[in-house]
């Protein structure tokens, strides 16, 4: 494994393999990576953070507007965590997070686990500013032209795949509360379309005891006997019946009923609010984060389903990378 944290710089990558550093020094048998409602960042964290857990390869292929394709790779062959990983990812899974997360399921190094479909933010946009384009001398006979924000680059995963417009599509996908809304590049105006490019070489992950198959199975029957993901369904159903319902009422009493529904959709029985992929804010969940971190992973059915997934498909096989 690689050495410890390299400096005390807060960005991503530092503060991430300082995490994985401590993890892998207590010998943990799996990751749970969540990405769920993480929009992306930096290019070269998702390229960087892919990396600790490869022995080096590509990660990433771009395409500028010209055609001219580029090859980002990982150029550390130091692996940081050698154990099987789970990453969580939902329809506000963007950018970098698809990066981080197709280079991983492309290496068959972790099991993505998530509804129908990340965001599919597969591009890169520059802003142009016009008034640089006037001379000099003239710029005062001239307004402020402004500005144009312009698409020069599309992303490709190393299997030829675009991350734009489809994004990813999980290895095991689940209910979700965000499974009747329609958002993501796919249903924005003028987004650019899927295609795909040459596939690049690299070397498939040797042994991950996550396997896709074994996962759905698995999944299949803990989704059906859990009451969780069981209400999780019925407000997603409940939710898509109100999006269609385009009727407004027009009568007090018929205003209050559905306002009582629509709380109801809100929390559950026992005041607990199963995760919706949406960030919390003070008026629906803010009580739900202040609890401690523990508290609210006991509660959260995903990374239940992912501790019980790992638990099932790695207990039983020797954990060979604890010793390295």
Sequence with gaps: AASGPRNKARNCTDDFRAELWKIHKKKARGLILDLRDNGGGSLSDAIAISGMFLPGGPI???????????ILADTDKDVLFKGPVIVLVNKFSASASEILAAALQDYNRALIIGGDHTHGKGTVQTIVDMNRNLPLLHRKKYADLG????????????????????????????????????????????SLPWDKVEPVEYNPWPDNPLQAGEARRLSRQWIASSPEFREIQEKTTLAQERAEQTRVPVSLEEVRRERRELAKLSENGSGKTPHTG????????????????????????YVQLSVFLMDELTLQRPAAYLSN
Excluded: C, H, W
Excluded at 163 to 185: A, F, N, R, S
């Design 60 to 70: 990433v292929q771009v395409k500028n507007s010209l055609g001219d394709m580029k």
């Design 147 to 190: 500005a144009l924000k312009i698409t020069i680059q599309k992303f490709y995963r190393i299997n030829g795949e675009s991350t734009q417009y489809k994004g990813i599509e999980p290895d095991v996908v689940v209910p979700t509360l965000l499974d009747y809304l329609k958002t993501g590049e796919k249903y924005l105006d003028y």
């Design 278 to 301: 949406v960030p919390p804010d003070d008026e629906t969940d803010g009580a739900n984060s202040k609890k401690p971190l523990s508290e609210q992973l006991k509660e959260d059915p």
